[in-house]
């Protein structure tokens, strides 16, 4: 794997359009989902990834050793995200309604039941991670959904190892404590209707 990517590296250097294909295609999954998962719009994490890859094909010539390639392009693309963010202001971030598009989490062959249940638990973390502290939400993305180690992660955010780690700790605390939150809310409303329609039921006819 690292020497195919090696390869992809050189060929990327030197201006083979195929070779560059094939690195779009081998990574553009996993740079959509970190878009998505910060800036929460299909729409504006399509929009991200492309100028993401485009960053990347201008300065391929700056990443030399393939296993410094996912930290590098995983720092354009937090990067190209809180720039963004940054831009979009106070504007509403979240469209849950193409979740889906997350192809990376997509099952090829998936059982309906066991689908419609890892959609449900995707919809519930997207959301909770919308609700969280900055910092928290970015250790997870980067941490517990994109595999980032705690040293890169530190080394991406400029913080002090022991600050990743115990921040670490507290960034899964607090996305359990929110997504608790949001089933027992909606455990709540889907109560609150049933109760409603049964008492709609025993209602006296007129």
């Known amino acids: 794997m690292a020497l195919d990517l090696d390869y992809l590296l050189v060929q ?3 201006g083979n359009q195929l070779a560059w294909e094939a690195l779009v295609r081998g990574h553009q999954a996993r740079i959509y989902s970190l878009a ?5 719009n299909p729409e504006e994490a399509r ?11 201008r300065n391929i010539d700056k990443c030399r050793e393939a296993g410094m390639f996912r930290p590098w392009i995983l ?3 937090r990067n190209q995200c809180i720039d963004q963010l940054r831009r979009k202001a ?3 971030r979240t469209d849950l309604r193409s979740l889906d598009e997350m192809t990376e989490f997509r ?5 309906p039941e066991e689908s419609n249940i890892a959609k449900c638990r995707r919809r519930i973390i997207h959301r909770a991670l919308q609700k969280m502290t900055a910092l928290n939400k970015e250790i997870v993305i980067l941490k517990d959904i994109h595999g980032m180690s705690l040293e890169e992660i530190a080394s991406l955010l400029k913080i002090p190892l022991g600050t990743a ?3 670490s700790n507290r960034a899964r605390l607090e996305l359990t404590q929110k997504v608790l939150a949001m089933r027992r809310q909606s455990t ?3 109560s609150s209707v049933n109760a409603d329609s049964e008492e709609a039921h025993e209602l006296p006819e007129v």
């Open 90 to 92: 106070a504007s509403p």
């Open 47 to 57: 929009d991200a990834t492309q100028e993401i890859f485009l960053k990347i094909y």
């Open 165 to 167: 780690k115990s921040r």
């Open 36 to 40: 998505f998962h910060y800036l929460g």
């Open 107 to 111: 099952d090829p062959d998936p059982n």
């Open 75 to 77: 720092k354009i693309s």
């Open 188 to 190: 709540f409303s889907t």
């Open 12 to 14: 990327c250097r030197e």
